[in-house]
């Protein structure tokens, strides 16, 4: 088990990191999600025991990453987000070295290195040096750096930053092979690619912790209200009143002047609150030919932008204080 408690990560008077917690179970598999910039390589540095923290603890499976680091880091394989790679060794040249760096004990050497790159899929490229693998599988030789050595924990800087979409499917698949025996921690600012491999969630922005959930958990959260997508040809400009016509609605925005004489609104009203059979009723009545009409369905990504602009929103106010 990871337990962050209460870090702050301060570089000169600047706070990257302010005051956040949180813990991550055996064998779960967890997102850092947030823009550029919002502090996940510095808290992800602050685990793996590269830079200190400010203020705060962080203990993995109970030891202290500060005050015993040997004993702390033997227990973690991290991936930074460039990773350093030897490019004038072979794949297998490379895994061995970290290996050896690792103090994988001389016996034990062989054996390990050969799983680890069974375990990544490099047994095809073993001989080749790296220099002259494609991305995608440079990033598995990254991937088999953080596991030789057997940690429980591994961590993963932007694991996928810079690939194909089809090397990004492979190294998907591999994260979540690994997660299946390990901790893993990746961090991303891509929310589809969380999403899609993490157990839970943990959003930051500016050094804070905006929300910690589930995916599917998120999406429901933050989809609080309903929006119907609505285009209609309305001649005697009978929108203006619908909203006093359907009580429900809580608000009736125009979104686009067509220029075919169409016009879209959206229309938004309480989540549990479904208007379309209401509008499908009233909006004849009032002469107004319904071109299209759909109900929004809201993503991870509405989730995520509202959880960061809700952030904002509080810096505002808090600006004009
Ligand atoms: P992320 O990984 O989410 O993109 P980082 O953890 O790299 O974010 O950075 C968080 C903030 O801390 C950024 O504003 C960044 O400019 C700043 N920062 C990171 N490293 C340093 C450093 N060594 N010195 C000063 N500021 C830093």
Do not use: W
């Not at 685990?47 to 015993?68: C, F, P």
């Not at 600012?189 to 959003?203: A, F, G, R, T, Y």
């Not at 229309?267 to 107004?288: A, G, H, V, W």
Request: charged share 35%; aromatic share 4%.
């Amino acid at each position: 088990m990871i337990q962050v408690k209460n870090v702050t990560k301060k570089y000169g008077k600047f706070t990257a990191i302010d005051n956040i917690s949180f813990e991550v179970k055996d064998g779960e598999v967890v997102g850092l999600l947030g823009p550029n910039g919002a502090g996940k390589s510095t808290t992800m540095n602050m685990i793996t025991g590269y830079i200190d923290s400010t203020a705060g603890q962080i203990l993995v499976n109970g030891v202290n990453v500060e005050k015993r680091p040997r004993k702390a880091k033997k227990q973690i394989g991290y991936m930074p987000e460039s990773v350093p790679l030897y490019t004038e060794l072979t794949v297998k040249e490379f895994i061995k070295y970290m290996a050896q760096l690792k103090l994988v004990k001389r016996k034990e050497l062989k054996s390990e290195v050969n799983k680890v790159i069974e375990e990544v899929g490099l047994k095809d490229v073993e001989n080749k040096l790296i220099r002259n693998l494609s991305r995608g599988y440079k990033q598995r030789v990254g991937i088999a750096g953080a596991l030789v050595g057997n940690p429980k924990v591994i961590i993963l800087d932007e694991p996928t930053v810079g690939l194909d979409p089809k090397q990004i499917t492979e190294i998907r698949e591999l994260i979540k092979k690994l997660g299946k025996s390990h901790t893993v921690i990746l961090s991303s600012h891509i929310l589809s690619e969380i999403s899609q491999i993490c157990e839970n969630v943990i959003i930051i922005n500016k050094g804070k912790i905006v929300a910690i959930d589930t995916p599917s958990n998120l999406e429901k959260k933050t989809s609080n209200k309903n929006i119907i997508s609505l285009t209609v040809e309305d001649k005697k400009g009978n929108m203006d009143k619908i909203k006093d016509k359907i009580n429900d609605a809580k608000e009736v925005k125009l979104i686009k002047d067509n220029e075919d004489g169409t016009k879209q609104y959206q229309i938004i009203s309480e989540e549990n609150i479904d208007l379309r059979k209401k509008l499908f009723e009233i909006l004849p009545k009032e002469e107004i030919v319904i071109f299209e009409l759909k109900k929004e369905e809201s993503t991870l990504e509405d989730a995520f932008m509202s959880l960061i602009s809700d952030e904002k929103n509080t810096d505002k106010k808090e600006e004009k204080r």
